[in-house]
Structures are given as C-alpha cells and as structure tokens.
C-alpha cells in the first residue's frame, strides 16, 4: 500500500505542533505514522511534544530543506519509508522553510515510488499575517501560495480579521480551500479531505534556485540549554525583559524548562506569553529572530 503524505506548513507560532496532536487523536489513531520535523535550530522543541503522542519522529536540524539539502531529506524519507513501512507521514517543515522546497523533495522518484503527497496544508495566523507578509514576503507568500488547504488560526480570538486574511491568502492562491472556524468546531477529517481539485489544473513553479533565499540568510536561532529551575513568576520577569529590550528582533522563542512546579512548556510570540506545566522533560529554550544578541540571551536566561 502506498503511503500517504501530509504536509503541514506555516510560519512561526501559527500552531503546526496543535493541529499534528489533533490530527493523530482523531484521525490517524489506528495507523501507523511517522513525524518528519524540519525545525529550524539546533534542537527541536517540537519532537519532544510531539514523541509522548506515540509516533516516530525524525528530525532533520538543517534550516529549511532547500535545493542543497534535499539529498539528505529524500534519502531520510526513503530510509523510514524502508524502516518503518508506515500507513502516514507527516512532514513538518520549519516555520520559515519554503513549502516549494518540501513539494519538490517529495517528487523524487525514490520517494513517489513509495509514497504519493495526499495533501499540503498551511496554518496562518489571523493576527499576525498581514505582519508576516510585509516582512517576510518570500517565504510567507511561498507557504500560501503553495498549499491546497489554508487553515486559519486564533479566529476565536480574532473573528474581525479573519476577513482581512481570507482576502490576503486568496489573492496569493484563488484556487486554494480556506477553512475559517475555530478549531474545535472543525474535524479533522474535513481538514485533511477538504475539496482541492485544483492540484489538477494549477502547477506552481517555484522550484527554481537561482534566486532563492535560504532562511539563513534572513533569520537568527539561538539555542539555550540551562538547568536553572525558574519560578514561574522569574520566567515570565525574564522573557518580559528580552521582548522589553530587544535583543535583536525576537519573532518566536519555545521550549521545555525547569520549574519550582516541575517542567514547564514555554511559547512566546510578540505580545503573547504562554507558560503551561508539561509532563515531557527537557532544559531548552530556542530563540528564532533576526539580530539576536546571542551572548545576552545566553546569559538572561541562565544567570541567577
């Protein structure tokens, strides 16, 4: 049997680590499936998240998968393809990777005489796209403009600019289905078999590299590893004090840290702070930005 593809793409914090976990407890319960994280740092937060759902996950620390590194991302897929025979696999590419990069790795045919891509699907942030797109163009537009799915998030936090995005993503891709509801009113059958008869009849050349970007050239990381135990209101103190004065440009910061309440899951976007107790362990925090101070960072977060 061949196996099926999903590719969930989207930029920093648009919540591709939420819609894998709701994916496998509703629809892929009783197949066997394997996680493929292209995170973009030195270790990925996510696989850990995501390695207590009971999947396999490979991970592939290496940037964005781009031309130069697809070699290693084609025989990565072709070895859990001969590993592990799974019925799934999930392809979660890093918040500022090019979703054309995973689309053309995928046509290999070491991997189509195996596997077949099922379906591609972006999550963007109401909030925060419009932002996104004025100054991440390249990659943010690439993402859209290569899906067959767009999955809007936080609408029901922000049901008044859901127009605004739905708008936006149909001006980069008119042919793509936009799902628009809050999460917990949509199933996740209707997610991954939305109607995309346009995969038929829209090819998207954007495979090209002479001119491409690699997310390197455009964006820091900055990986902490400290065995400080925080209290909570410490944490917070702190990563209020690197939003607050800037060390660089701070766009996304997540991680699995130590608490005097045990291990503590951290998400931070711009103006949105999330700490929540984590039963995964872990004493990391990765910091994706541009300019980043990494010398004041390593020592806000590690410094008694």
């Known amino acids: 049997m061949t196996t099926e593809i999903y590719i969930i793409s989207g930029f920093l914090g648009a919540g591709k680590t939420t819609l894998i976990q709701k994916l496998i407890k509703e629809s892929f319960q009783k197949d066997?499936?394997?996680l493929i994280e292209?995170?973009?740092?030195?270790i990925s937060i996510d696989a850990a998240l995501l390695k207590s759902s009971g999947i396999e996950v490979k991970e592939i620390n290496a940037g964005c998968i781009c031309c130069s590194l697809?070699?290693?991302f084609v025989k990565a897929v072709k070895e859990l393809l001969d590993r592990f025979h799974p019925d799934k696999i999930i392809i979660e590419p890093s918040g500022v990777g090019k979703l054309s990069d995973i689309v053309k790795a995928c046509s290999?045919?070491?991997?189509?005489q195996l596997a077949k891509v099922k379906s591609k699907i972006t999550i963007v942030d109401v909030k925060r796209c419009k932002v996104y797109l004025h100054n991440f163009g390249e990659f943010f537009e690439d993402q859209i403009e290569n899906a067959d799915?767009?999955?809007l998030s936080h609408t029901e936090n922000f049901p008044d600019k859901i127009r605004d995005a739905y708008n936006l993503i149909k001006s980069l891709n008119p042919?793509?289905?936009?799902?628009?509801?809050p999460w917990n009113q949509i199933g996740?059958?209707?997610?991954?078999y939305s109607e995309h008869e346009h995969k038929k009849n829209v090819h998207h050349n954007h495979f090209g590299c002479e001119h491409n970007h690699w997310a390197e050239e455009f964006f820091d990381t900055v990986t902490i590893h400290t065995k400080k135990i925080f209290s909570i209101d410490d944490l917070e103190a702190r990563i209020l004090d690197m939003e607050k004065n800037a060390k660089g440009t701070i766009l996304r910061a997540k991680g699995i840290l130590r608490s005097t309440n045990g291990y503590v899951n951290v998400q931070y976007l711009p103006g949105d702070i999330r700490i929540t107790n984590c039963t995964t362990s872990g004493e990391m925090l990765c910091i994706i930005g541009q300019n980043l101070n990494q010398q004041e960072l390593h020592n806000l977060f590690s410094e008694e």
């Open 175 to 181: 042919n793509s289905t936009i799902l628009s509801k």
């Open 70 to 72: 697809s070699g290693d």
């Open 108 to 112: 290999d045919q070491r991997i189509q």
């Open 32 to 34: 066997k499936v394997v």
């Open 149 to 151: 799915v767009v999955l």
């Open 188 to 192: 996740a059958t209707e997610i991954l």
């Open 38 to 42: 292209n995170d973009f740092g030195e």
